[in-house]
């Protein structure tokens, strides 16, 4: 069945280095989502992509849907103790397929 | 309104129990689902309810049981439950789950489940 992956798993940054996440799908992906849980919260949906190679920006946030829309990421510059949480990609493989969320990647700050 | 609520916030039952989650959206959306939250785990997909009908059973044990009264509202009805049942239910809802455009997730603060 489809899968989504994410790497790292975990990262612990000082506070305005940068931080990237990496997800992966094992089939190709019609869009795609991502959502911030902060810690003790529910999942935020920050942004979709649908189109392939396309970049959207969110002030520090980039994010990017790979050419072959298996893959996508999230960067993050300069971070802040603000960006603390998990950070969840979220992909479907139609409209006619369930949406499947990525494993997480869950972000620590040192001030 | 972008809210989507849901109570109790927190929940402690028996196993012989029988107990209600609900949620609640005013968004006009016309899909809303049930997840199920572990500890440092994403989100798992329950139950799917479009345009008020059950669209996707995650094949769920039938001591979870679904129900959508009407457009905004979205109930979980829980009996005999098992100590590994214990977890964050969360609620969501979409304008629409069948077009990928408009499947954007709006979440719940979750209703945190103990199963004693």
Sequence with gaps: GQQVMQIPQYQHVQEGEDFTTYCNSSTTLSNIQWYKQRPGGHPVFLIQLVKSGEVKKQKRLTFQFGEAKKNSSLHITATQTTDVGTYFCAGRRSSASKIIFGSGTRLSIRP | ?116
Excluded at chain 2, 2 to 11: A, G, I, R
Excluded at chain 2, 56 to 72: A, D, G, H, L, M
Excluded at chain 2, 90 to 109: E, I, K, M, R, V
Aim: aromatic letters at 10%; glycine letters at 4%.
């Design chain 2, 1 to 116: 309104d972008t809210e989507v609520t849901q109570t109790p916030k927190h929940l402690v039952m028996g196993m012989t129990n029988k107990k209600s989650l609900k949620c609640e959206q005013h968004m006009g959306h016309r899909a809303m689902y049930w997840y199920k939250q572990k500890a440092k785990k994403p989100p798992e997909l329950m139950f799917v309810y479009s345009y008020e009908k059950l669209s996707i059973n995650e094949s769920v044990p039938s001591r979870f049981s679904p129900e959508c009264p009407n457009s905004s509202l979205l109930n979980l009805h829980l009996h005999a439950l098992q100590p590994e049942d214990s977890a964050l239910y969360l609620c969501a809802s979409s304008q629409d789950h069948w077009q990928t455009s408009t499947d954007t997730q709006y979440f719940g603060p979750g209703t945190r489940l103990t199963v004693l």
